[in-house]
């Protein structure tokens, strides 16, 4: 592992690392803020994970979370949104292949040897940091943006007990019947559709559920809203009683203005998981 | 003037503006976030000018402001840092020429047609601002980071009674003694140095000083301080006993993220001056 970049940030350090993956097959970049605290000893963390076109820097440069971290004294990861590189598969559009691993392990060429992301954010990058940096793996909270907000939902489900509270901005919720979805599903899982259900936060709802809080918050002007569907999302959850809040923003859109304003009550809601007993 | 975006952000708006700019002979664009107290009246107003390579956007989305400004009722402005377009003089280095205006109204050529961001900034743009949003210019402050802690500082000393406050973050304290600095105004106001000492803000503290308060924080491991001189800033102020501090921040560097961990401070330390009576 490599250290690409360390700031001081909010009293803690803001660092940039590069590692091989084995899983991605070639070389990885993250971002991991570490509060003050974790000089003393492990720390709870708060997986943060980015929407299409993002790398590991945009949410660790402009959401705003370290600040409301450091004062909870919980770490932040913000792994990168796919494998990169010349010898990765790509496609001109900007919702598929680099940038867009949509957090699925890909099973179709030209994208299986490279597109592990699933098993990257759930097995390899966990494994890194509690490996090598003060971050207590029993202690794992997790969120993100749009393609990440499926991330975060669909993992929070599939991993059950790995993650005390999941939340999302603006996620992806139903993406077996979304333009951000059926394209990249039938690209990287193959078109047989009922591979897709692991990877689906609405079937997964209705399925199984989470066994903790969630909080999802959308904006009212979000452009995207239809390619969202949030509101199959909420007709899951309620459906099942879920604890957890599915909320609408009024006036809010896609932005990371939006992730920003909201960080601090999201922030609030994974430390009081965290720090449950 | 054009609207170029507005996002909702912390209950207010993040807005960017183009117009046609008579002091600087061309388009500018600016960033202006207004809290939702705005929609009742005018509110206060607090300046931040950014750094060498930056525009109206770096620190409107990197530099953490909108929040602590929506929790104080004050309005952000983000102007730009010079002249922009192919009409435009420019240089291949980063620190001259468009991106690096350093707030002074250039005499000389090539410069001299279109880098007025003294003017700008301290005529037009205030003038623009209040007939157009509900700003009280009654109640201004100004901050600014590194070239734009140069501005902040300049500006404050230089237009006694305009700014209530003035804060900067790794200021250039001491143009006329340092690589950034004498090169651009060389430049820009020529051979003669008689003519820079109203743009060194080391020197306008020795003779002027401010009337209201002054809060400089700069990082220890800051990796510009030679050209910073935050020393011959202090010296100027503590032999004048002016009001205010001035500060080194342990382990902080020049980037962003040392600006948004003291953003909370230095908006607290405007919202008191410009809420005073």
């Known amino acids: 592992m490599q250290t690409v970049s360390e700031n001081t940030c909010f009293g803690g350090i803001q660092g940039v690392y590069s590692h091989t993956s084995k899983a991605c097959g070639g070389d990885m970049t993250f971002g991991l803020f570490l509060p003050q605290e974790a000089k003393d000893g492990p720390v709870p963390v708060l997986w943060y994970l980015s929407g299409l076109t993002c790398t590991h820097e945009n949410a660790m440069t402009k959401a705003g979370a370290q ?10 990861v913000f792994p990168d949104t796919s494998p990169r590189g010349e010898s990765v598969a790509n496609d001109e559009a900007y919702d598929l292949g680099q940038g867009a691993g949509f957090y699925v392990n890909a099973t179709q060429d030209p994208w299986a040897p490279h597109f592990k992301m699933w098993d990257y954010v759930a097995e390899e990058l966990p494994a890194l940091i509690t490996e090598n940096f003060a971050i207590d793996g029993e202690r794992q909270s997790i969120t993100g943006h749009s393609m990440g907000g499926h991330g975060a939902l669909t993992l929070a489900m599939g991993l059950a007990g790995r993650y005390r509270s999941v939340s999302a901005f603006a996620p992806i919720c139903n993406p077996t019947a979304s333009d951000w979805g059926r394209k990249q599903f039938t690209a990287y899982l193959g078109a047989d559709e009922s591979k897709w259900a692991a990877h689906d936060a609405s079937i997964l709802m209705r399925e199984t559920g989470f066994d903790g809080p969630v909080l999802v918050d959308t904006g009212t002007n979000d452009q995207f809203l239809d390619l969202l569907r949030p509101e199959t999302l909420a007709d899951a ?3 099942r009683r879920q604890e957890g809040a599915i909320r609408m923003q009024k006036g809010y859109d896609h932005s990371y203005f939006f992730m920003s304003s909201l960080m601090e ?11 449950a007993d």
């Open 67 to 76: 600040g409301w971290a450091a004062e909870q004294g919980i770490a932040l």
């Open 237 to 239: 959850a309620f459906a």
């Open 265 to 275: 009550d999201h922030v609030s809601f994974h430390a009081e998981a965290l720090y």
